[in-house]
């Protein structure tokens, strides 16, 4: 029978995704480790704020390495092993059921028509919108994970929330500060 709750999962990535299922996995059971390659997890966050998640994260048992680096993984039948580069350089491994990549995000705009509707992307592929949440065409708007990062689902619905306002013709802004 299978089983969703690992005995052993390793977590790629110190981010806001990475760190909060791993907390949730640990709560659930699971021995968590979470490799992060930056100085601490949750980057761009103040330390202050994230002190208190380090806390608990003790609390609950999982490994936090940071300023480590995931080299590679092996699987052997239902067992994975995870090969850590620590910051002394020296060379570890981490043994799991189950491990989550949650580095990086990069957009899913590819095959929604956009470019036939002549919608603008920045760069890396995100829908570009102005504070209103329009795109470059005044039609159309755009909101969440579609316009880029920080991917939350709290940013997605303050933007919804504008969207809907300017649309219904009420004066709105997108303001970070605000969410």
């Known amino acids: 029978a299978y089983d969703p709750i690992p005995q052993e999962l390793v977590i790629i990535g110190g981010g806001v995704i990475g760190c909060e299922l791993g907390m949730a996995y640990s709560k659930l059971g699971s021995k968590v480790t979470i490799v992060e390659m930056q100085k601490q997890v949750l980057t761009g966050t103040d330390k202050d704020l994230i002190r208190p998640i380090l806390k608990v994260m003790k609390k609950q048992g999982i490994e936090l390495l940071t300023e480590t680096k995931a080299k590679g993984c092996k699987t052997n039948g239902k067992k994975a092993t995870v090969e850590v580069e620590l910051k002394d350089g020296k060379i570890e491994t981490r043994s799991a059921d189950r491990v989550l990549v949650a580095v990086g995000f990069k957009p ?72």
């Open 108 to 179: 899913n705009t590819q095959g929604l028509g956009l470019e036939n509707a002549e919608v603008q992307l920045d760069a890396r592929g995100w829908v570009k919108v102005d504070a209103q949440c329009k795109t470059n065409v005044p039609h159309i708007y755009a909101i969440g994970a579609i316009t880029g990062p920080p991917l939350l689902a709290h940013r997605a619905s303050h933007m919804g929330e504008v969207a809907a306002d300017v649309i219904g013709g009420h004066p709105a802004a997108f303001d970070v500060m605000a969410m």
